[in-house]
């Protein structure tokens, strides 16, 4: 939901987000545009999968960290909160924060679409500018779109496995493994 319809800047959105009225939600500036960060069920389910799936790479190869929908990242100047992200000790061995936001973008941000979400393109865009692989996964088709920087798109289907490819060396699922609603014929 857009709660701007007129272009902010950074520093008005921090004011914006540090109103004791907004303390309790979570925002993100997309084109310069306050927009909500709205949870869904099915949406969050896929994401905290997928961050579970991470984690336990992770435990198992401490390259990085993940974050879940609570951690937000400054992408070309926009606070972004992914519902999923991940970023490796070679690029950022501990997090810098401006005001709860790294001031990194992430190494790979996952994006599950939901049923209140709008045209996410301009979001995507900008994660590629900053240097950033970006999963899209919607759990209403079960497909996940890999966006890599400079590459065409990579859509996965069930029946597919997906890696973290150069960014998260090592790592790979099924599909179908990412969408814990998804049940087989």
């Known amino acids: 939901m857009v709660i701007s319809e007129q272009p902010i800047t950074k520093e008005a959105f921090f004011d914006f987000i540090q ?12 084109e310069g545009r306050i927009v909500a960060v709205v949870s869904h069920g099915e949406s969050s389910a896929s994401a905290l999968r997928i ?7 992770l435990i198992n190869h401490d390259i990085g960290r993940v974050t879940g929908a609570d951690g937000g990242y400054i992408v070309n100047g926009y606070p972004y909160i992914p519902d999923v992200a ?40 900008n994660y590629l500018n900053a240097g950033t692989v970006v999963w899209v996964a919607n759990p209403a ?11 065409k ?7 597919q496995t997906l890696s973290g490819g150069d960014v998260l060396p090592g790592f790979s699922i099924a599909v179908k493994d990412a969408f814990p609603d998804y049940k087989s014929e």
């Open 19 to 30: 109103q004791p009225e907004n303390a309790d939600h979570d925002y993100e500036l997309i």
């Open 86 to 125: 991940y970023m490796s000790y070679a690029r950022q061995a501990e997090p810098e924060y401006d005001r709860g936001y790294n001031i990194l973008a992430p190494d790979l941000a996952v994006e599950v679409l939901s049923p209140t979400d709008g045209d996410i393109t301009p979001k995507v865009v």
């Open 141 to 151: 088709t079960y497909v996940i779109t890999v966006y890599v920087p400079g590459e």
């Open 153 to 159: 798109p990579d859509t996965r289907i069930i029946g």
């Open 51 to 57: 961050g579970g799936l991470f984690t336990i790479f």
